[in-house]
C-alpha cells in the first residue's frame, strides 16, 4: 500500500508561482509511477504531469507543458509540481497519485492509478 500526501497549495494571483509537493510513504519501488492530477468545480479529473517510473520519461498536458515542471526524488519518496505564469483557468483541486505496475501508455488515465492523496487547493485570481 502506498499513502500520499500533498502540501504547498494556496490562493495567487495571475502570473505568479506555486510549488506543489507529493510525500510518498509504503511500498514505492523504481517502477512506481507518480503523477499530476486536477478537478475544477463541476469538471472532470484531468491529467497534469507523470514521471513514469523512476524517471524513465516526463509527460505533460498540452495546457500546462512549458509552464508546469514535475521533479521527483526518489531517495526521498516525494515528487514535486513547479507551476509558474499560472493562470485563472489553473484553479483547482490538485491529486498526487501513483501506482507500481502502470504501464507507459497509460500514464494520463486517472483509472489507472490505485493510490490518491488528499488534494490541494490552488486558486489563481486577481
Known amino acids: 500500500q502506498v499513502q500520499l500526501a500533498e502540501s504547498g497549495g494556496g490562493s495567487v494571483p495571475p502570473g505568479t508561482s506555486l510549488r506543489l509537493s507529493c510525500k510518498a510513504s509504503g511500498r514505492t519501488s523504481r517502477t512506481t509511477t507518480v503523477a499530476w492530477f486536477r478537478q475544477a468545480p463541476g469538471s472532470e479529473r484531468e491529467f497534469v504531469a507523470a514521471i513514469f517510473r523512476s524517471g524513465q520519461s516526463t509527460h505533460y498536458a498540452d495546457s500546462v507543458k512549458g509552464r508546469f515542471t514535475m521533479s521527483r526524488d526518489s531517495a526521498e519518496n516525494t515528487a514535486w509540481l513547479q507551476m509558474n505564469s499560472l493562470k485563472t483557468e489553473d484553479t483547482a483541486s490538485y491529486y498526487c497519485?501513483?501506482?507500481?505496475?502502470?504501464?507507459?501508455?497509460?500514464?494520463?488515465?486517472?483509472?489507472?492509478?490505485?493510490?490518491w492523496g488528499q488534494g490541494a487547493q490552488v486558486t489563481v485570481s486577481t
Open positions: 497519485a501513483a501506482d507500481n505496475r502502470l504501464i507507459r501508455s497509460s500514464v494520463r488515465l486517472s483509472p489507472k492509478y490505485d493510490h
